[in-house]
Nanobody, 120 residues
């Protein structure tokens, strides 16, 4: 019962910056954690960054010094600021929301994805 809509992707040269935004709606009070994932052609979807309801942050090693995940409770958004972009950052980026059901099973919700392309 959570809807996610990503925006902010595009084409940028290496070294540039982009800011992705994920608008969250629905039963947002049930969400335990939010995150950004990405999937490049021929690769598995991987975690880029996440933030828990308690504010704990986690980053992939490849992005931890360049990307920043944040949330704005007033606007109901989760953003990903991406600086010093590299061609290897090229991928479709997906917003994720997770909650734990009564049984302990984790339920995931996904946005439609937004394309990020970094040229050399």
């Amino acid at each position: 019962q959570v809807q996610l809509v990503e925006s902010g992707g595009g084409l940028v040269q290496a070294g540039g910056s982009l800011r992705l935004s994920c608008a969250v709606s629905g039963n947002i009070f049930s969400v335990n954690a939010m995150g950004w994932y990405r999937q490049a052609p021929g690769k598995q979807r991987e975690l880029v960054a996440s933030i828990t309801a308690g504010g704990r942050l986690n980053y992939a090693d490849s992005v931890k010094d360049r990307f920043t995940i944040s949330r704005d409770n007033a606007k109901n958004t989760v953003d990903l600021q991406m600086n010093s972009l590299k061609p290897e950052d090229t991928a479709v980026y997906y917003c994720n929301a997770a909650r734990t059901a009564r049984t302990g099973y984790q339920i995931n919700y996904w946005g439609q994805g937004t394309q990020v392309t970094v040229s050399s």
